[in-house]
Structure formats: structure tokens, C-alpha cells
């Protein structure tokens, strides 16, 4: 077998997404997830430019010869750009093998290991009665785990917590609980660790109060806490039985997750913003983390993810993989198939497509009782519809950014 068509479909049904189909010269077509968010428009020239006409006349089938020569070749390694690429053809080449076997993809990683993948979705409110209502939505959609995101008092825009739900002030237009915003700018939010670390352990009291003990819940710190917050964050949240705090400090620091380990015992996960196993390998040798955060998307491809969770699984660290909606339905869908298949996995994030998203890319994974599985078709799952794609054309967006009372900028 052959590729003999390289392309990359760039939409925006409800966010923007990019997408690499690969066709063969057997009538074989894998599609393959390269959205970056905010910085969509880079991949698509890593792929187009510099990807594309490498891989004309290859043999799909040979992936991790593929997976060798795109990392290698480039000299220049690792970054969200280039991993995001390598990725998309990683992914695709999977779908293709899966489709040529006439299986999903996740028998050829091995085969189920469990009969779904438990998803976290994301409750948020700018007060606690908002929180409630949220929480009490995503049990009635069958979440059995989430994660709690609120406003906090004195901050009139925070991470997490839809526009609609937050005061005045917030520039661009919020896709539900989602930080992208598709407008020339980025739009700009406060901050306040002081003010957030005397809120947060009110907020998880109340909601144990009012949900009961057994209820997964999950916080997320976004990068924004010095090592010593960090740990009297998850100190002061002990008593709450968390799931996860995750991504407590900057990422780039692997160091200071020693420090944080020192003083909690609540588990921690991080890595959405890493991109190789190099990130990781303090985190995981030194086991200063629970679960693994890295998305297919941005991390390579189900090859090297596959490769850092089965090091992962020597230390009792299981998956958390990233999965908001800048990840597109393809990658949630191989997200969901090495979910299935590795015996390490943890919990799936899981936020909701929008229905322009889910007439563009046709997907066959179900959602029942908690847990996500990717389906029996043959590959991935996930077709592009291209007609539905060229309905709506890529649309600048920008993530937000952060600053304190006094103007320093701070990380979002
Ligand atoms: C997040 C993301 O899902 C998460 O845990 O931290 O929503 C993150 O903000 C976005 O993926 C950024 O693109
Ligand atoms: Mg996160």
C-alpha cells in the first residue's frame, strides 16, 4: 500500500480545528487530529509544508518508521507545534492500519481492557448555587466524576467558569465552559492567588456537603501557584478526597512537584501543555504525580503515548488524558481507543462537542452510564464530512491571559 494523497482541512464549526487525512492508493483514508489552540495556523504549515511531501508514496503501514523520521529528521525536536504534526500523521496512519485489519484501533493496541472509559466533565458556576445547578446537570447527563471550577470573589473573569456566569467585563464570546475565544485579541483576566487559596476549600466542603462522599471530584489549577501554594492548596483539600489537583505549578518546572509531594497527600496530575516523555521523566521516575495528563493530540500520537503510559504503569501512574474541546472528535476518538485498551488508565476528560462539531466529523463512540467507548468501526471511528467542513472557514481566536491588580502579567 501507498499514501498517495496528503491534505490538511482546517474548520471552524464551533471552534477551530485541523485536521490531516491521509488517503492510499488502496481507497484507504485515516484522519488525524493537529489542533493547537490559539496557534492552529503553525501545524497546518508544519504539515503542509514540510510534512506533507514527505510522505507521498510511503507505505502507511510502516508507523513507527514514519513516527522516527518525522521526529528525527527535522533535527529540530520537540514543541506543541511539531508534536502536534507528527501526531496527526501518527494517528492517521493508525486508522488506516485499523481500517486495512478491518478492526478498531483499540484491537491492535491490544484489546479492550475494560468495558468503557470513566469521563470527567466540567461543572462550573460563579457562585455556589451556579456550581450546584452545574454539578446537578452533568450527573443527569451520567458524569460520575467531575470537576469543580468557580468564580472567586473579588476576580471578575476566572479559568473555567463560563462567560455568561461571570460579571461584567470579559471580552470576546465563551463556548460554554471554554476558554477560547474567537475574536482578533486576546482577552484579558484578573488574578488573585491569595484570594483564590482562602475560597477554593469552601467551595469542595460545600460540595461534599451537598453530593456526598462518593462522588470523583477533580480541581484544576492551571499553572497559576508558586510550589509553596501549591502545597497548602492540596493540604487544605485533603479532607475532600480529591481525585486529581492538577496542574498546580507551571509545567516546565518538574523540580517543583518534590516540593508539593513533600507536604499533600492529594494526587496530583499534570502535563496537558507537555509533549514528549521527556517531560515527564522526573515526574515519573521520582512518582511526584498520579496521573498523566498529555494529550494524543499534542503528545505525538497514540505511538508515543502508548510508550509513556506503559513507563507510567511501572510506577502506578494512570492516564488523565486532555480532552476539552480544542481536542477534536478524531483526537478524542484514538484518546478513547488507547483509553480502552492500556491497563493503566485513569479517567478520560470528556467535554461535549457542539452540533455544528458533530456534523462535521461522524463519530460512532457512545457515552452510557459514565463511560465512553469509541465503537466497533473499523479505524478510529471518525469520518470528515467536507461539505459540513467548508461551511465554516478558520476564524482567528486567541486563549486568554492573566494579570494581578497591580499589571503583571501572570500565567493563565
Ligand atoms: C484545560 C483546558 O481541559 C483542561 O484541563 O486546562 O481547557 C485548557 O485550558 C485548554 O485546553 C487550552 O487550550
Ligand atoms: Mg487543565
Given amino acids: 500500500m501507498k499514501i498517495t494523497q ?242 498546580c505549578t507551571p509545567a516546565e518546572n518538574q523540580e517543583a512537584l518534590r516540593l508539593v509531594r513533600r507536604h499533600t497527600i492529594t494526587p496530583l496530575a499534570i502535563g496537558e501543555v507537555f509533549n514528549t516523555v521527556w517531560d515527564y521523566q522526573t515526574l515519573i521516575q521520582e512518582q511526584l504525580i498520579d496521573f498523566v495528563r498529555s494529550a494524543v493530540t499534542h503528545t505525538g500520537g497514540i505511538s508515543p503515548m502508548k510508550k509513556l503510559m506503559d513507563f507510567a504503569a511501572q510506577y502506578q501512574i494512570k492516564s488523565g488524558i486532555h480532552g476539552p474541546t480544542d481536542i477534536s472528535p478524531v483526537g478524542m476518538a484514538a484518546a478513547m481507543h488507547l483509553g480502552l485498551a492500556i491497563h493503566n488508565f485513569g479517567i478520560q476528560e470528556y467535554m461535549k462537542h457542539g452540533e455544528a462539531t458533530n456534523r462535521v466529523f461522524e463519530q460512532s463512540f457512545t457515552f452510557n452510564n459514565g463511560l465512553l467507548h469509541p465503537g466497533e468501526k473499523p479505524g478510529i471511528g471518525v469520518e470528515l464530512n467536507i461539505d459540513e467542513a467548508g461551511k465554516y472557514p478558520y476564524q482567528t481566536a486567541y486563549l486568554p491571559f492573566n494579570r494581578l491588580a497591580d499589571g503583571t502579567v501572570h500565567d493563565w
Wanted: glycine share 10%; aromatic share 8%; net charge negative.
Fill in 6 to 247: 496528503v491534505e490538511v482541512i482546517v474548520t471552524s464549526p464551533d471552534r477551530n480545528f485541523v485536521t490531516l487525512k491521509i488517503t492510499t492508493d488502496e481507497g484507504h483514508t485515516g484522519l488525524g487530529d493537529a489542533t493547537l489552540n490559539g496557534r492552529e495556523l503553525a501545524v497546518v504549515s508544519y504539515l503542509k509544508d514540510h510534512v506533507a511531501p514527505l510522505l507521498i508514496g510511503k507505505d502507511p503501514h510502516r508507523i513507527e518508521d514514519a513516527w522516527q523520521f518525522l521526529y528525527r529528521s527535522a533535527y529540530w525536536r520537540r514543541g506543541p507545534v511539531t508534536m502536534a504534526a507528527i501526531a496527526a500523521v501518527d494517528v492517521a496512519l493508525w486508522d488506516i492500519k485499523a481500517k486495512a485489519a478491518n478492526m478498531p484501533l483499540y484491537q491492535l493496541l491490544g484489546g479492550a481492557s475494560r468495558t468503557g472509559c470513566l469521563a470527567y466533565g466540567h461543572a462550573s458556576g460563579k457562585d455556589l448555587p451556579e456550581l450546584f445547578d452545574s454539578v446537578r446537570q452533568h450527573l443527569d447527563q451520567g458524569y460520575g466524576a467531575i470537576r469543580i471550577q468557580t468564580g472567586v470573589p473579588g476576580l471578575k473573569a476566572i479559568y473555567g467558569v463560563a462567560s455568561n456566569t461571570v460579571a461584567s467585563g470579559n471580552v470576546g464570546k465563551r463556548y460554554d465552559h471554554e476558554p477560547a475565544q474567537r475574536a482578533p485579541l486576546p482577552a484579558e483576566e484578573d488574578w488573585d492567588t491569595r484570594a483564590y487559596l482562602r475560597h477554593i476549600p469552601g467551595v469542595f466542603e460545600a460540595v461534599r456537603a451537598e453530593f456526598g462522599p462518593e462522588l470523583p471530584l477533580l480541581h484544576d489549577g492551571h499553572h497559576r501557584m508558586t510550589p509553596i501554594q501549591a502545597a497548602k492548596l492540596g493540604k487544605s483539600l485533603e479532607p475532600f478526597d480529591m481525585f486529581w489537583l492538577e496542574d
